[in-house]
């Protein structure tokens, strides 16, 4: 199956921002998932999740005319989606969030019950999820931004409100607590 | 540990490719959205069963057949949904002080997305149209006094309208209500119902441009004296907000 680019998306925008309905069909389509595993990602709850899907999309819908560049609609869409989840997530400021002690509840996920891991195989790949899952928010969305959205720095950086170089040291971070994480895991394990 | 760089790309797609956000779900967050946006939520809607997580690189992504497959319906339930809704008008503001310049009309909608136009019709039929500001706000200018109806239009058709009332428009000058000629000192006796007289604007001018200046004024009554010139002149005079009244004094 082909691939699509994000590219793909700036022409949807411009028609969004025109009222095109189709467009805006098109942009929802190919992007709710990548929206759900995000928010899923960064809440570890399906209803949470679903509610910061909803919730994005409104903010995207009412808010599309002050997007400047519309090649960046994807690290807006993140951003809103981040700032969303945060906001869900009951931290006032984003990035007032450092450790887990506030979200002791939902940030402890077991392995049976993990939204993002119940239907993977054992191997090594659930570990690597597993691991990311007890990262910090900040570092656990930054891995995800990085490495799944495939977001380069600069759009990082847009997306969570900080200087490309607080990424690039936090993307670091994050990488050393997962190699961290998994050796632990392994040595346990 | 080794050196080996951790498959993270790998195995966060191959978790996406594990979790999808469910038919009811994404329908539920899209008319969830729309609704709180002010639109229909009366719709079907079919959704794509897949994670759209695809392996990413350099800003591109792969998406699984599946969910490539299931765009165009997901797009077409998408339609069905914004077919149906109609525009929100949040607020029609306007300044009511009296002007002799057209009145801006601030108009907010709840979203321009899917906005075709929207217009302020007179109940004369006179249509003037608005020009959007971006985020739901349009300026529409009125040019007179009298009732509207505002009106928004969208894409698929639907309307909504609101109406209101303009009268701070005065594009009238001073209406000449007495006159009187006792030998050869004209008076002239001025009011203006809306916003009073300027009589310190008022000057005469013959025909070949000759400046005929005012004996005497009376802002108080309006009152303006002229030494007649035995010959027909224009007289000006304005209101307080600059509407000037010309009137031509023939003696008979």
Redesign the interface.
Known sequence: ???????ELTPLVKK?KK????A???L???????V??FA?SLSRN?QM???I???T??TA??????LNDDKLFMAWLNKITYNTAMKSLGAVKPDSIDDESNFTEIADPKEDND??????RND???Q??EC?DTLPYKQRAI??LK??????DREIAEAMDIPVGTVKSRLNSA?AS??DA??KRRLNG | ?SKKE???????????K????NKD??F???V???G??GLSTNVAFTA?A?????S??????????I??G??AV??????CV??TWSPSIQSVTYDTQLTSQDVPVNVHL???????RIYAQSSSGIRYYGDSL???DYTISISDNGDYELIAE???GKTVSQSFSISSIDKEGPELTNYELSGNVLTLVYSDAKTGVDVTTAYGQTGDGTMIYPLSIDETTGTVTYTYPDTEFSVYVKDTLGNEAVHIVTKK
């Open positions: 199956m082909g691939k699509f680019n994000y590219n969004v009222g095109d309905s189709n805006f069909a098109d929802y389509s190919k992007t709710y998932q990548k759900y595993f899923l399906e999740a679903q509610d899907v909803q919730d999309f409104l819908l009412k808010s599309i005319q002050s939204p993002l891991t119940a239907s993977m090594e790949k659930r690597i999820v990311i891995i995800l490495y799944y959205e495939g977001l380069k990488k997962l190699k998994l050796e | 540990m951790i498959p993270i790309s790998e195995a966060l797609n191959s978790a996406a594990s979790v999808s956000m779900a994404a539920s967050a899209l969830g959205a729309l709180a946006a794509s897949t994670a759209a997580a695809g990413v690189s350099t800003g591109t992504t792969a998406s699984t057949g969910a490539i299931t765009t997901a797009a077409t339930a998408a339609i914004i077919g709840q979203s321009d997305f899917g906005i075709s971006g985020n739901g969208a894409n698929n």
